[in-house]
């Protein structure tokens, strides 16, 4: 199948999910974030690479930590950067995704950070902005979030080296996660030897072993002997749904607790997205612990984000 | 009215299972003569059918014409011109127009109009319940006096199953069918795709299989309670096919068909989010696409539809979920059904079975070659090729996800009552 994200030399243009593309642009991407770190850590905090260039971040569902993130990488590329959020203007008028997009375009944009509560929203627009835009995906409905999963993989490499005998659990909503997703697909080409999701029935897809991992619906079977343990946000809303009875029973069966946490390796790390929810998958102890690089992983994607979109931005120059 | 001869062509006959090369008379909208010339017969016109296929017209159980109400998706006019450059001369049209087909005046009118444009016949479905709001039964006598050969709710649930079930009782009152969608609204909820490892992948919501298979048991129970006369639209899985064949076994009144699109696709070729894909139902998994092809073999399903609709291109412009479910495809039934009669190894005259005969015998009438049957026909050439283009389409919708494809066997002329129709190329002899 055609993958959108690359061009016909094989260079990423567009970020939109971690499906499909090579290991060699996902290392790509990591070793030019740790270029990035090691600058910034040597005190460098401005780079010209998108100097002149126009980044628009469209973010039509709400979002703060990401779109933040997303301003901060594409500033110290010395980008102009145009934030819109979309949802209390034209598409509440009625313009269509494209319609919008098309109008960005007249008005100079180099590249687009999308967000969107649809699932394949990025592609769509992947698939229609003129050549030499590069579209970022920030979060595309349940499908897919690359740029955070990279920062994980960025995390894990970082604290542990390498890939190739880990293994990886993945805690809570995954159905309704695309972080979820896009860290599967990128575990399984960086070559996780085994990736374990943990969730009660309600809270995982349709035949997720497809994807390649092994389903537990107990937490202390699924954490034994764990690597990483890559908790996942639950929604608040999910509770209405029939999902969950509730989110202290949830919290007894699948809330990361020091006790649960022990089962895994002395030394094993802990992950999340964010924002946290105190209390219903994570508790404090742990959230706030030695083995919780829920931090370093804020930082780390800061230069994930400069690196995906240097890299796009420099494949879109050359064959734009 | 015109006589009309048409020499030299392979005569398929599904209803008989006949096939071979010949001639065909026709005079007052029948098939007076196949074979020899009827003595005294001086045709006006002949067409010479050397190379060329001959089946009866095609009977499309599903195509949604959008008049009223949605003329600027396609109009009467448009569809009835598409239907006949597909070789379709019967046409089921669902009641899900706007105003709902639910006031014998509509129905009336709707035929009135048809008559007019005078090229393929109508038969519209009569919406079962008011504006298809799907708890005040419309005056099903009444609409089928105005000439509704059928009730449905179209793709709006009847979740009230007191309702469903008065309907069943008061339709088979009358001994009229019902064509039912088997899908549970709960159960379907906001789902976009078949609910399987390829929604999960691309992160779509799903509709599960159980959404079918509960409604099926559902609409099965009311039947042995009512008795009524069931017709299924557009069946989509393996488990709703089998307990379809356990009914029928039973002996309930219940047929069904499939959309040409579930034979040919499933839900990974829904690729990165195509929405050109996007069907209701949704197209299922690889091991379903089979047991669809397995149940028309074996006579569990008896009718293929085109399920046209036809639907503007903004509205199929959008994030997969968002856009509007529904592809065009009168004008692609018959060189789907020939393809899948040549991949599946099956003999024309059966496979062509499901789009001619099968659907007709549903609505009371004989679609067959032999004397004294309609002379409503589809004369195609076998081996020419053509693809897929909005260009090459007469339909106002373009969306098909069968868009690029090439495709074998293209009709040449059709005939409706008797009268030449629709010609591609310029007639030869007269």
């Given at each position: 199948m055609h993958n959108p994200q690359l061009n016909k030399n094989k260079a990423l243009i567009h970020l939109l999910t971690t499906e499909g593309l090579p290991r060699a642009i996902l290392t790509q991407i990591l070793d030019r974030a740790a270029t990035y770190v090691a600058e910034m850590e040597a005190g460098h905090k401005k780079f010209p690479v998108l100097s002149g260039k126009s980044v628009f971040n469209l973010f039509f569902e709400n979002s703060t930590r990401t779109r933040t993130t997303f301003e901060i990488a594409a500033k110290r590329l010395s980008a102009d950067v145009i934030n819109l959020n979309i949802n209390a203007s034209s598409t509440a008028k009625g313009e269509t995704l494209l319609d919008t997009i098309h109008n960005l375009e007249a008005m100079g944009a180099d590249m687009f950070v999308v967000r969107h509560a649809q699932s394949g929203a990025a592609h769509l627009i992947a698939?229609?902005?003129?050549?030499?835009?590069?579209?970022?995906?920030?979060?595309?409905?349940?499908?897919?979030?690359?740029?955070?999963a990279l920062l994980d993989m960025y995390t894990i490499r970082h604290f542990k080296g390498d890939f190739t005998g880990l293994t990886v659990a993945i805690v809570g909503d995954v159905l309704h996660s695309r972080v979820a997703r896009s860290q599967i697909h990128a575990l399984s080409t960086l070559g996780c030897p085994e990736i374990r999701v943990i969730a009660p029935k309600t809270l995982l897809p349709v035949g997720v072993e497809q994807l390649g991992v092994h389903v537990y619906h107990d937490m202390a079977e699924g954490l034994k002997g764990v690597d990483v343990v890559a908790m996942l946000r639950l929604q608040n809303e999910r509770m209405a749904g029939a999902y969950l009875p509730s989110t202290q029973e949830f919290f007894k069966y699948y809330g990361l607790t020091p006790e649960k946490l022990a089962l895994a390796k002395p030394d094993a790390i802990v992950m999340h997205p964010g924002p946290m929810n105190r209390g219903v998958e994570i508790d404090s102890a742990v959230a706030d612990g030695n083995q919780a690089v829920i931090l370093p992983q804020v930082t780390f994607g800061i230069a994930v984000r400069m690196a995906v979109m240097a890299l796009v931005a420099e494949n879109q120059a050359v064959n734009g | 009215m015109k006589r009309i001869a048409i020499r030299n062509g392979r005569l398929i006959d599904p209803a008989h299972g006949t096939d071979k090369v010949g001639d065909l008379f026709l005079d007052h909208g029948k098939i007076v003569a196949v074979g020899?010339?009827?003595?005294?017969?001086?045709?006006?016109?002949?067409?010479?059918?050397?190379?060329?296929?001959?089946?009866?017209?095609?009977?499309?159980?599903?195509?949604?014409?959008?008049?009223?109400?949605?003329?600027?998706?396609?109009?009467?006019?448009?569809?009835?011109?598409?239907?006949?450059?597909?070789?379709?001369?019967?046409?089921?049209?669902?009641?899900?127009?706007?105003?709902?087909?639910?006031?014998?005046?509509?129905?009336?009118?709707?035929?009135q109009r048809a008559r007019q444009i005078d090229l393929a016949r109508l038969y519209p479905v009569g919406a079962l319940t008011r504006g298809l709001n799907g708890k005040d039964l419309t005056e099903l006598a009444e609409l089928r006096d105005a000439?509704?050969?059928?009730?449905?709710?179209?793709?709006?649930?009847?979740?009230?199953?007191?309702v469903l079930y008065r309907a069943m009782q008061y339709a088979a009152t009358f001994d009229i069918p019902l064509r039912l969608r088997a899908q549970d609204a709960t159960l379907a909820g906001h789902g976009v795709a078949h609910d399987g490892e390829y929604a999960s992948r691309l992160g779509l919501t799903g509709i599960p299989v159980i959404a079918e298979t509960v409604a099926i048991a559902?609409?099965?129970?009311?039947?042995?309670?009512?008795?009524?006369?069931?017709?299924?639209?557009?069946?989509?899985?393996?488990?709703?096919?089998?307990?379809?064949?356990?009914?029928?076994?039973?002996?309930?009144?219940?047929?069904?068909?499939v959309s040409i699109n579930h034979v040919h696709l499933a839900d990974i070729d829904i690729g990165f989010f195509n929405s050109l894909y996007r069907v209701t139902p949704p197209l299922r998994s690889i091991r379903d696409r089979e047991a669809i092809q397995t149940a028309l073999v074996d006579g569990t399903i008896d009718a293929i539809c085109s399920d046209h609709s036809p639907v503007d291109d903004d509205a199929k412009l959008l994030p997969f979920a968002e856009a509007e479910p529904g592809a065009t495809g009168m004008e692609l039934l018959l060189p789907l059904t020939l393809a899948w009669a040549e991949k599946a190894h099956i003999p024309l005259a059966m496979a062509l079975t499901k789009i001619t005969s099968e659907p007709a015998s549903m609505l009371g009438f004989s679609a067959s070659l032999s004397v004294g049957s309609r002379a409503d026909l589809a004369i195609f050439d076998p081996n020419a090729t053509w693809r897929v283009t909005p260009e090459a389409l007469k339909s106002q919708g373009k969306n098909t996800p069968f868009t690029g494809y090439e495709m074998r066997g293209k009709v040449v002329f059709t005939l409706v009552k008797g009268k030449l129709v629709y010609a591609a190329v310029p007639q030869i002899g007269h």
């Open positions: 698939e229609h902005v003129k050549p030499g835009i590069a579209v970022v995906n920030a979060g595309d409905g349940r499908h897919a979030h690359p740029t955070q | 020899s010339e009827p003595e005294g017969f001086k045709p006006d016109q002949t067409i010479d059918a050397t190379g060329l296929t001959i089946i009866p017209g095609l009977v499309d159980l599903a195509a949604r014409l959008r008049e009223p109400g949605f003329e600027y998706k396609a109009t009467l006019a448009s569809e009835m011109n598409a239907a006949v450059a597909g070789g379709v001369t019967s046409i089921v049209c669902p009641p899900d127009t706007d105003p709902a087909l639910d006031e014998p005046g509509l129905v009336t009118m709707l035929r000439g509704c050969v059928a009730f449905s709710q179209a793709e709006h649930p009847i979740t009230d199953l007191q559902t609409i099965v129970e009311l039947m042995r309670a009512t008795s009524a006369r069931v017709h299924l639209c557009r069946v989509s899985s393996a488990a709703g096919l089998a307990m379809i064949r356990t009914a029928r076994r039973e002996g309930l009144p219940l047929t069904c068909d």
